[in-house]
């Protein structure tokens, strides 16, 4: 999946050509951060990170300019931002079977749209969703019996987590993002190693062999195909 990207939206119009008593072209750098971390302090989403994490956050995002009546984007187009509306206003629409424009809704300030990845490999409904402390990894559970690791920006599976019987209800990091707790209709929880690193360190002070290519895909969730064996040959005496 293309990497991700972290969009500031201002949709500039006659009534709205100014912020803060100047031309948004003509801000400085450090002007446009400090108003932009003003901005993100507002949002209920951001308030609890610190000045740092805000002057980080507001570094990240790429700002965008678009006209009246300009085209972002069209429904089926790649998800590869995410968009926060920092002036103006978005309207999504959709076309009836006539092809008449239906307005959905619209966007203002402080509101987000786009998507930055979407997650898909569950075989049924997903029932949780948490991210890791440090915001690198989401886990998900499912009714598939599974709950899964992935990549937050880029959306890629990097660990299938099996073992239950019955649907997983709940999954979720440990506060210091070492483990993964999953827990099932079943009637078990199950409590996984967060990082595939640190299983490999656990079963080597266990293990005195390597690891056989089966083994690997089970208990270290590896995406790997192992050989068939060549089918044994039984003959009359």
């Not at 500039?12 to 901005?39: I, K």
């Not at 930055?116 to 915001?135: I, K, N």
Request: with cysteine.
């Amino acid at each position: 999946m293309t990497q991700s990207r972290l969009h500031i939206a201002s949709l500039v119009n006659p009534l709205h050509r100014r912020y803060n008593g100047a031309d948004l072209a003509e801000r400085s750098l450090e002007q446009r951060v400090s108003d932009r971390m003003e901005f993100l302090k507002s949002l209920s989403l951001f308030a609890r990170l610190n000045d740092a994490e805000l002057t980080a956050l507001a570094k990240d995002f790429t700002a965008r300019h678009f006209q009246q009546g300009e085209t972002i984007f069209f429904q089926g187009d790649p998800g590869q931002a995410l968009y926060l509306i920092e002036a103006g206003r978005v309207r999504i629409y959709v076309h009836d079977e006539s092809g008449q424009e239906i307005s959905v809704i619209f966007l203002s300030a402080g509101d987000i749209f786009g998507e930055v990845a979407v997650l898909r490999g569950h075989e049924y409904a997903v029932t949780s969703a948490q991210f890791s402390p440090d915001g690198e990894y989401i886990v998900t559970a499912g009714k598939d019996k599974t709950a899964r690791v992935w990549e937050a920006l880029t959306g890629n599976e990097v660990a299938i987590l099996r073992g239950h019987e019955g649907e997983i209800t709940n999954a979720q990091f440990s506060p210091d993002g070492k483990y993964i707790v999953t827990a099932s209709d079943d009637g078990t929880v199950r409590v996984y190693l967060a990082h595939s690193e640190d299983l490999i360190a656990l079963a080597k002070t266990r293990v005195t062999r390597d690891l056989t290519c089966e083994e690997r895909v089970q208990y270290l969730h590896e995406d790997r195909v192992c050989a068939t064996p060549p089918p044994m040959a039984v003959k009359t005496p």
